[in-house]
């Protein structure tokens, strides 16, 4: 089960912090990630990692620098901090598990969450 929550509305430079409270993910579904769909647009991968194995984090070209990816491996909640954040970044966002990171950069995922407004 995936749950977003933490998107809103924010100027232009602002930031955001959206979180994905999970369970049920095992080893062989460890890949997890954050998505987003713009109006008119194709939903696409913004961040990935494997909550069980380190060094797995990569962003996608477009949010390197800005956004970080993390895991509270504690709570099971998987964030997503949004920096410097920009109107092209407006969009619904996704949290998703998948069995590998090739899965969830073909946005082909096992599970999704119900999405979370952002609006720059």
């Known amino acids: 089960q995936l749950v977003e929550s933490g998107g809103g509305s924010v100027q232009t430079g602002g930031s955001l912090r959206l979180s994905c409270a999970h369970s049920?993910?095992?080893?062989?579904?460890?890949?997890m990630g954050w998505f987003r769909e713009a109006p008119g647009k194709q939903r696409e991968g913004v961040a990935y990692l494997n909550i069980y194995a380190a060094n797995t984090v990569s962003h996608e070209d477009s949010v390197v620098g800005r956004f970080t990816i993390s895991n509270d491996n504690a709570k099971n909640v998987l964030h997503l901090q949004m920096n410097s954040l920009k109107p092209e970044d407006t969009a619904v966002y996704y949290c998703a598990v998948g069995e590998s990171l090739y899965d969830l950069q073909k946005v082909r995922p096992k599970c999704w969450g119900q999405g979370t407004q952002v609006t720059v």
């Open positions: 049920g993910v095992t080893r062989s579904t460890g890949w």
